[in-house]
């Protein structure tokens, strides 16, 4: 089974930093993308970053500028850098992998993390 373990959530005051992590465990080949969404209560989710195998990233209009996204292909890591935070960024944030070639030659379109808190306030 495929896990990913975020880690590096926290509470912030507005023009702080974060940089959060995700690893994702288990027998895995390749993944095609990694990358993170949030959700804010009563707000659908959306897309923060994502980067690709080859290291292409695209950011959500709301945190593009103020957010740089990276990965290690070999640990199956990725990583955000968060800067210049805002108030609305309060969300709880989830690690998501795209294309996940396991081992045993499986296929796993998606898979989630369950989320860290990410809290920007005076």
């Known amino acids: 089974q495929v896990q990913l373990v975020e880690s590096g959530g926290g509470s912030v005051q507005p023009g702080g930093s974060l940089r959060l992590s995700c690893a994702a465990s288990?027998?895995?080949?390749?993944?095609?993308?990694m990358g993170w969404y949030r959700q804010a209560p009563g707000k659908q989710r959306e897309l923060v970053a994502i980067i690709t195998h080859a290291g292409v990233a695209t950011y959500g209009e709301p945190v593009e500028g103020r957010s740089t996204i990276s990965r290690d292909n070999v640990k199956n890591t990725v990583f955000l850098q968060m800067t210049s935070l805002k108030p609305e960024d309060t969300a709880v944030y989830y690690c998501?992998?795209?294309?996940?070639?396991?081992?045993?030659?499986?296929?796993?379109?998606?898979?989630w993390g369950q989320g860290t808190q990410v809290t920007v306030s005076p």
């Open positions: 288990g027998s895995i080949l390749s993944i095609s993308a």
């Open positions: 998501n992998a795209k294309g996940l070639l396991e081992t045993n030659r499986n296929y796993r379109a998606e898979t």
